[in-house]
C-alpha cells in the first residue's frame, strides 16, 4: 500500500495484497513449518541471507500481514506482532537492554508493565528509574545514566489518563543518544502517530482498541527506522556488534533501517518464542478493519460521559483530557486533536469504599480485568490490575485509592448514563 492512503483505507486494504487467484480475506496460516525445496534454500534462512518463512515460533505470513497493516497506520518502516503486551513492551526493552544496562521510564504507567520493568526485569539485571512525567526537563534527565538505554512512556497512562508531551520527551531523549518508545495503545493511530511528534519506537497491547472485541490476546511493536544505531554504537552493541549465535551479523550494518524487528525476530523471537498464533493475528486483523469506525464512537460517547460525570454531585472528581477544565487539555489538542481515547477515570465522594459499593450496582457495564474494547467495562485498579501496588506505588503511578476506570463502549451512550444514575443513585 501506497503511503497515499488515509488510515480508513490502511484499516481496509493494508497487510494483504492477494494475487491472481488468491483469497481476497486474509488467510490463516496455521501451520508450524514451511517447505523448501532443497537444503540450500534452507540455509540461507538460517543465514538470514534470504527472506522467508521456515517456523511459525518466528514469523508466520498471516502475522506478517496484520504486522504490516499496523506498521503503515503508525507512519513505520517494519513491525512484528507479539503474543501479548506484556511480551511486546518486554522485547521493546529487552532487544536494546542487558544485563547491567539502564532505562528511564515514565511512573504514569499500567500496573502490569510497572512490574515487569520495576521487579521482572530488575531481576535480570536490568534497571529502571521511574520520573514523573510532568518534571521538568532538568528532573527527567537527572535520571539518565551511563549505561541509560531508552525513555519509555505511554502516550495516554493506563489508568492516570497522563497525556504525555511527546515532543518534549523525544527531544530528552535524543539529547542523551537513545531512542523514546511509546507505549500507544489507549491512543491507536487513529487518534496519535508518536513517529510524527519524534518517537523511535511504538509498541501496542492489539488485545485493546485494535481487537476491539475483547477475542484475543496480542501485541505489536513498531519501528519508525528514525533512530541512527550505528551514531551511538557504543551504546547499542547487540545492534552495531557481530551477534556470534547467527555467524557473526552486524544488524546495523546488514539490515539498516530495519535492524531493530530483524534483531527482535530473529533473535529475541527465535529464543524466547512469545509469537501471535495466527488465529488470534486474524481476529486482530478483523477487529482492525473497523478500528477508524469505533475509536472515533469510543470518544465521542466518553466525552458525553465525562461530563455527566463531572456535572454529577456525588462525583469528587472526574480526570478526561476531553474536558476543558482538565490539566491535560491542551496536550490533548495539540497530540490527538480528534479525540483520545474511550476510558474516563473518576472517584466518588466517600473514598474508596463507596467506588467498590458504586460497581457493584452497574448492570449495563460488567467488572472485568479488560478495558478498551466494544462494550462498557469498569474496573477499580487499586483492588485489581494494581492489588499488588503499595499505596506509595500507587500514589507514584497517579492511581488514587477510589480511581475507578470507566472503559466506555460503543453502544447508545443514553443507555451507558442511565446505568450510572441508577448505580450512583443506589449509593
Same mark, same amino acid.
Given at each position: 500500500m501506497g503511503k497515499q492512503y488515509k488510515p480508513e483505507t490502511i484499516c481496509i486494504q493494508s497487510g494483504w495484497q492477494p494475487k491472481k487467484g488468491e483469497p481476497r480475506v486474509l488467510p490463516i496460516y496455521q501451520s508450524t513449518t514451511f517447505r523448501y525445496e532443497n537444503s540450500d534454500q534452507m540455509g540461507r534462512l538460517f543465514d538470514l541471507e534470504e527472506a522467508g518463512y521456515f517456523y511459525t515460533r518466528l514469523q508466520n505470513p498471516t502475522n506478517d500481514a496484520v504486522a504490516a497493516k499496523i506498521t503503515e497506520l503508525e507512519g513505520g518502516i517494519a513491525g512484528m506482532l507479539t503474543s501479548s503486551g506484556q511480551a511486546a513492551n518486554y522485547?521493546?526493552?529487552?532487544?536494546?537492554?542487558?544485563?547491567?544496562?539502564?532505562?528511564v521510564c515514565s511512573n504514569s504507567l499500567y500496573g502490569g508493565t510497572f512490574n515487569l520493568f520495576g521487579t521482572t526485569m530488575k531481576k535480570q539485571g536490568i534497571s529502571c528509574t521511574f520520573v514523573d512525567p510532568d518534571a521538568s526537563d532538568e528532573e527527567i534527565e537527572a535520571a539518565f545514566l551511563p549505561n541509560t538505554k531508552a525513555l519509555f512512556a505511554e502516550t495516554i497512562s493506563n489508568p492516570s489518563l497522563v497525556v504525555l508531551d511527546i515532543e518534549r520527551f523525544a527531544g530528552i531523549a535524543h539529547r542523551?543518544?537513545?531512542? @523514546?518508545?511509546?507505549?500507544?495503545?489507549? *491512543?491507536?493511530p487513529i487518534n496519535c502517530r508518536p513517529f510524527e511528534w519524534g518517537a523511535d519506537i511504538v509498541t501496542h497491547s492489539t488485545t485493546k482498541y485494535m481487537d476491539g472485541h475483547a477475542m484475543s490476546v496480542g501485541g505489536a511493536i513498531i519501528d519508525s527506522g528514525n533512530f541512527d544505531w550505528m551514531a551511538h554504537k557504543e551504546k547499542f552493541k547487540g545492534l552495531t556488534e557481530p551477534d556470534e549465535s547467527y555467524h557473526g551479523i552486524v544488524y546495523a550494518e546488514k539490515f539498516g533501517k530495519m535492524a531493530f524487528i530483524q534483531k527482535a525476530t530473529a533473535q529475541l523471537m527465535r529464543d524466547l518464542g512469545s509469537i501471535?498464533?495466527?488465529q488470534n493475528a486474524f481476529l486482530l486483523n478483523v477487529g482492525l478493519e473497523t478500528l477508524h469506525l469505533r475509536?472515533?464512537?469510543?470518544?465521542?460517547?466518553?466525552?458525553?460521559?465525562?461530563?455527566? @460525570?463531572?456535572?454529577?454531585?456525588?462525583? *469528587?472528581?472526574?480526570?478526561?483530557?476531553?474536558l476543558s477544565d482538565n490539566k491535560y487539555h491542551k496536550l490533548a489538542l495539540k497530540y490527538m486533536p480528534n479525540g483520545t481515547c474511550g476510558v474516563v477515570s473518576f472517584g466518588l465522594k466517600g473514598g474508596r469504599d463507596v467506588s467498590v459499593q458504586f460497581m457493584d450496582k452497574l448492570k449495563l457495564a460488567a467488572i472485568v480485568t479488560h478495558v478498551a474494547d466494544a462494550r462498557t467495562c469498569v474496573l477499580h485498579p487499586a483492588s485489581h490490575t494494581h492489588r499488588q501496588m503499595t499505596e506509595e506505588q500507587l500514589l507514584e503511578a497517579g492511581v488514587a485509592p477510589d480511581l475507578i476506570r470507566f472503559s466506555v463502549g460503543i453502544e447508545n451512550v443514553e443507555d451507558i448514563i442511565a446505568d450510572l444514575g441508577q448505580a450512583l443513585a443506589a449509593i
Open positions: 522485547y521493546a526493552i529487552f532487544n536494546i537492554c542487558e544485563a547491567g544496562d539502564h532505562f542523551h543518544g537513545v531512542p @523514546l518508545i511509546i507505549d500507544n495503545t489507549f *491512543a491507536t501471535q498464533s495466527p475509536v472515533p464512537r469510543h470518544c465521542e460517547n466518553a466525552q458525553k460521559v465525562a461530563e455527566y @460525570l463531572n456535572s454529577h454531585e456525588k462525583a *469528587a472528581w472526574v480526570n478526561y483530557a476531553g
